[in-house]
């Protein structure tokens, strides 16, 4: 019995080992939502190519379908670029690049899912992991040794290991399956090349980076096809510790650079929602943002939104709801001049 529990240990060791070293040098373009790779490198051009103070919206993709970036342009009198990107990405991602694509002058409105205040940002998830070894290696690479195990043994288990081996070969066997993956992982100029070509739009498909317009904002989107109930209008409430930590540094980051932070929210789907319970928990949220040094430049109740509005997802406004959305924004924002 002894023999056969030391044996049974030594594989679960080897195959551990072997995970390890698989998602550490095996590099393939394994299934993972490539288009966000693509919509931040064409959010970073638009960014870069306004020369005066402009207003940045940023946050996951309650962000990219929710705001009108160029009705706030015309409304507010400064360029305004929608920076919505997913809502599942890292905090400290999404924070970088906000303060890569922020100047002197700027101001950065931070409208974030409730998760990116709540969890926990020493870990990982599945989806960060994979997109991370898909097209943005370098998250990975850039981490410490300990924590790259520690990160491959928290977000994934043996079937992304044995996913990577089975791309890399399929990839030599049959390479022309992969190239649209790989055609995303192009430099940052080919990408912006593509775009401005129009060639590479797809109405056909949602989730194209290529759909976008040059404020960041995406085209019209009709419909309400979403299902889903609505979170908890009392979320956020508390900011996690590592959030707080993460969001208090970039908030005096960007203060040292002359940039204004401002937070918002993302919309509530409350058909079916208790929306009696929301003033107690934005009052302890605002104290939070007070603490970071920063402001709540809106009422929660003010992005409560019937059904009818919603696109897809739980988070994501059709046409008519940004619309709706965008104006109480700007309203908001004329509030703070």
Avoid at 165 to 191: D, K, M, N, W
Wanted: charged share 25%; hydrophobic share 45%.
């Amino acid at each position: 019995m002894k023999t056969y529990l030391i044996k049974m240990v030594l594989a679960a060791a080897a195959l551990c080992l072997v995970h390890a070293l698989v998602l550490l040098y095996v590099r393939a373009p394994i299934v993972a939502e490539y288009w966000v790779r693509e919509l931040i490198e064409l959010k970073r051009y638009m960014a870069a190519k306004v020369n005066r103070p402009k207003i940045i919206v940023l946050g996951g993709s309650n962000v990219l379908f929710g705001i009108d970036a160029n009705s706030i342009e015309k409304a507010m009198g400064n360029p305004a670029i929608n920076f919505g990107l997913h809502g599942g990405m890292r905090l400290e991602d999404l924070l970088a690049e906000g303060a890569s694509a922020a100047k002197p002058g700027d101001t950065i409105v931070l409208l974030l899912e409730p998760i990116f205040f709540e969890d926990d940002q020493s870990t990982w998830t599945e989806w960060q992991l994979v997109n991370a070894l898909a097209w943005n290696r370098s998250s990975i690479d850039e981490l410490p040794l300990r924590k790259k195990v520690a990160v491959f043994f928290q977000a994934s288990n043996v079937d992304l290991s044995l996913q990577l081996l089975s791309t890399a070969l399929g990839q030599r066997l049959f390479p022309g399956h992969y190239e649209q993956r790989e055609q995303t992982l192009a430099p940052a100029q080919v990408i912006a090349e593509r775009y401005l070509s129009g060639k590479f739009r797809d109405e056909s498909r949602v989730y194209c980076a290529y759909n976008l317009d040059d404020h960041g904002d995406f085209g019209e989107l009709k419909g309400a096809f979403c299902s889903s109930s609505g979170i908890s209008v009392a979320r956020p409430s508390h900011i996690a510790p590592s959030a707080k930590v993460a969001l208090s540094r970039f908030v005096s980051l960007m203060r040292a650079r002359h940039v204004r932070v401002a937070f918002g929210y993302s919309p509530y789907l409350i058909d079916g929602v208790d929306t009696r319970n929301w003033k107690a928990s934005e009052s302890v949220f605002r104290s939070d943002i007070d603490e970071i040094g920063a402001q709540v430049i809106e009422q929660r109740d003010a992005v409560f939104f019937r059904r009818e509005y919603f696109y897809n997802g739980v988070f994501h406004l059709n046409s008519e709801g940004r619309k709706i959305r965008t104006e109480r924004l700007i309203d908001a924002l004329r509030r703070i001049e």
